[in-house]
């Protein structure tokens, strides 16, 4: 887990030094985080957290400086600052629930609401799938697919936003999110 995210801290390096073109992104973002955690095989688990640690605190230290209202060049040409940290946490977010990191009842909540608002905006933004159309309704998503309205529990419908149907507990709910997706 530590090697694919000092994976993405050298994709964030980039984008502030300005060297997105010398990154090897053939095979896409697979083959690219696939490369790099292969790379960090070699290091010991000590020093792929040293060299996470030591990337991320850069990256942090340079986003502050830019601040929140600014922007960033990414792969996608220059982006709100405010966005691309929204992008990190949710993939901090995803990353915590594959390791299953514990967390209160009410914090969980919270953290599932702000993952579906932004989950809900990063979609239409990519623009990856025109047809979603979900509504975050108290404690359910109301997903409208090919006719029919399912309403999901807020873990269900970050499981079948994130293709990650395997983090629920369920089995009913994992069977439903592998029908939706």
Known sequence: MVAHLSTDEVYNQACLDGTMDQ???SGGLHGWNARGVRVRRAMSPLEVLQEWEARQARVRWAWGK???EGTIETSIGRYPMRLQVWHLAREYAIHADDIEVPMSP???TAQLRWRIAF???AAQEEQEDESLDA???GGEVQLRQDGAVHRLELETFIAYLTNRPQQLRDPKQRALV???T
């Open 135 to 137: 509504e975050l309704r």
């Open 119 to 121: 989950g809900l905006f």
């Open 106 to 108: 009410r914090d969980r």
């Open 178 to 180: 592998r029908k939706l």
């Open 66 to 68: 830019i601040g929140v």
């Open 23 to 25: 990154l090897p992104f």
